[in-house]
């Protein structure tokens, strides 16, 4: 049985330089979700106010003037798909198949945030609980200053952690409710396609 508790003790000492980098990994890769998360939104911005105000008056009988109010330099993702659409809007599989494209865009998206709330809090328990074992063995033999360093690295782990995760969540949870606005803009455009198509 020792040998056994020697043996799982070395694995997770051995785990410990992994995590650790993986979650320097995680905390960089947050910061750089955290800025492109605030570009997004400052185009969201002008984008959403500018689609609310074309959609309000939208019908089918003008659907055919409303390619050309899409802004040609914008490139976020919704008017990329209204454009697309509109071009497609004789085959109503097209259509169909870009709202589908739609879906696994945003879901592609949303993945650095997915991960990050998942994967942060995982590697920051875990950075917390391999050092505890080497902590409590400093306590045992009274080297204080061992314990001392391992309680400092698990508690270090434990924030970035939670840091990552908790960057994850937010940004995941904004972006989804994006990514619904956009996706009932796109089927309101597309019902209004098959309105025009039944009409003729």
Known sequence: MNTISDIMFWISTGLLVPVVVLLIVLFFRSLLLVGSFFGQYLSIRKTDKMLREQLETLRFANLDEFDGKLPANNKSLVVIYMRRILESQESHAQVQRLLANFEIAADKD???SKTLTKLGPILGLMGTLIPMGPALVGLSTGDIASMAYNMQVA??????????????????????????????????????????????
């Open 110 to 112: 949303l993945s650095a």
């Open 155 to 200: 508690f270090a782990t434990t924030v970035i952690g939670l840091f990552a995760g908790a960057i994850g969540f937010l940004t995941q949870q904004v972006k989804q409710r994006w990514y619904l606005q956009d996706m009932t803009n796109l089927e309101f455009l597309v019902e209004l396609i098959n309105e025009k198509r039944n009409r003729v």
